[in-house]
């Protein structure tokens, strides 16, 4: 029953058709709209666990922020049979105490101290003293020919009056490896030491050991260059108000910075290694790395997979799911061959078989329906194709690592530098920390005291600190 109240209007047939059309046009839009929101949404969740984002942008809402790391059943704290650090006892304390009971009883009896003792110890500092050695030449005269004879000074003391070779040591110390400020040094140098050191002066150091340290740096290069695997990696640098490169190339032994006003091809030429490497070059995706054809390329998995994890819960693309699944279930693989195998250097030839199928399997069955993917999807969807080899190059060779964690690591702390001073004040002075930082960390790699090889800096022996010359052995 239709009711009365309802008016039916006619409608003429071509005013009818261009309203249909026009629905469509609308619907299509829509659709087009939701996509775009859905991507504008999902790149608004991107962060630094699933994207290549730094930690830095992650801004406040860290508490949302999922990690792909996985809970480990041991408890928190140190493991069992972890060594511990435990003050020890010293067998030659500096100083002796003895300390007795009261002399006489509370019954009236003397006491008398016997040979047991309980014995304690307590570590402590004095304020460092200052040592300043006054050098004294003398002129002397031939007796015979009255020729004037002068004595010289030793190395490094010039000036009337100068900062040694230790002090300068410990002020680069504080200043490229503890990263304080040139502010802050000048005041622990003055409440430590009493020493009213001045910005300059620091400076001054840090230029001195950058000249001192080139020939141990050009050493470090050509162990890299001639190593079977190395990790490459460059970040953003403020120096003199404008953005820089700082680029690393690196080895477990090993660590060369060089900043630049370039991230690509140019600043990596200039650092001499690449050009000249042919082993393994580890990286994420920047193309600059690809062009160089004497080498073999890994990509960095890490990379990898906070890009899938992004693609997978936020796009909700499942060969991305899929795929971060396969990569670290042949990681898990890898690793237990490495921990429990015979010495091999790569996974088992039908192993590699059943991975490659499977990988190509997800790619061929996402790239069936790629056209409706999103365009960020798809780019994975090539690179994942294109870089195949790069990508899973870990399980062909195990001395090819999973990840580029190595040379993230070594670029950690000289980020750290900017974050606390906010950047360099000249081009000189990011050179001089670059190749400064670049001995420190090569030292710590190897096992070496930093202040001692600081020391050797300035002494002109960084080069046999860092790779000692070893006599043959007698026979």
């Known amino acids: 029953m239709v009711n009365d109240s309802v008016k039916m209007v006619e409608i003429p047939l071509e005013e009818y058709e261009a309203l249909k059309a026009l629905v469509v046009v609308l619907s299509s839009k829509i659709e087009e709209l939701q996509a775009q929101n859905l991507e504008l949404q999902a790149k608004l969740n991107k962060n630094s666990k699933n994207s290549n984002k730094p930690p830095s942008s992650d801004g406040p809402k860290k508490g949302n922020i999922k990690n792909s790391r996985v809970k480990s059943a041991n408890p928190s704290g140190g493991q069992f049979g972890h060594a511990g650090n435990t003050l020890k006892l010293s067998q030659t ?11 006489n009883c509370e019954c009236g009896g003397a006491v008398h101290k016997n040979d047991k003792f309980t014995v304690r110890q307590q570590t402590d500092v004095e304020r460092i003293r200052v040592l300043t050695v006054e050098y004294r030449a003398h002129d002397g005269v031939c007796q015979d020919c009255g020729k004037v004879h002068k004595s010289s000074f030793p190395d490094g003391v010039t000036g009337t009056a100068s900062y040694g070779n230790n002090l300068q040591a410990i002020l680069t110390y504080l200043n490229s490896y503890q990263l304080l400020p040139l502010k ?22 840090a230029n001195e050991a950058y000249e001192a340290l080139e020939e141990s740096e050009e050493r470090t290069k050509e162990d890299i260059i001639a190593s079977e695997t190395a990790h490459f990696d460059e970040s953003g640098m403020r120096v003199c108000g404008t953005n820089h490169w700082l680029h690393v190339a690196s080895t477990k032994t090993g660590t060369v910075y060089s900043i630049h006003e370039k991230r690509g091809k140019e600043a990596m030429d200039d650092m001499g290694i690449l050009p000249r490497f042919r082993g393994t070059a580890i990286h994420d995706h920047w193309k600059s790395y690809l062009n160089y054809a004497l080498c073999a390329h890994a990509e960095c998995n890490q990379h990898i997979l906070r890009s899938l994890l992004y693609l997978y819960e936020d796009l909700n693309q499942d060969f991305a799911g899929e795929t971060a699944a396969l990569l670290l279930r042949i990681k898990h693989h890898v690793d237990l061959t490495k921990m429990f195998g015979n010495n091999e250097n790569s996974l088992a030839q039908e192993d590699i078989d059943i991975y490659l199928s499977m990988y190509r399997k997800i790619l061929a069955n996402a790239d069936a329906t790629k056209a409706e993917t ?7 969807l090539n690179r994942l194709a294109k870089y195949e080899q790069e990508t899973l190059l870990f399980m062909y060779d195990f001395s090819v690592p999973f990840t580029n964690n190595q040379a993230e690591r070594d670029i950690r702390m000289p980020k750290a530098k900017q974050k606390i001073s906010g950047g360099f004040r000249s081009e000189d002075g990011a050179k001089a920390f670059a190749r400064i930082r670049g001995f420190i960390s090569t030292a710590r790699k190897r096992g070496k005291s930093i202040y001692d090889g600081l020391r050797a800096v300035f002494n002109g022996e960084a080069t046999e600190f860092l790779y000692p010359i070893h006599e043959p052995t007698s026979t």
């Open 93 to 103: 304390p500096d100083t002796i105490i003895e300390l007795v009971p009261l002399a």
């Open 184 to 205: 802050r040094t000048c005041e622990l140098m003055r409440d430590l030491f009493g020493l009213e050191v001045s910005q300059g002066t620091i400076v001054n150091s």
């Open 374 to 380: 999103p365009l960020e999807a798809r780019r994975m």
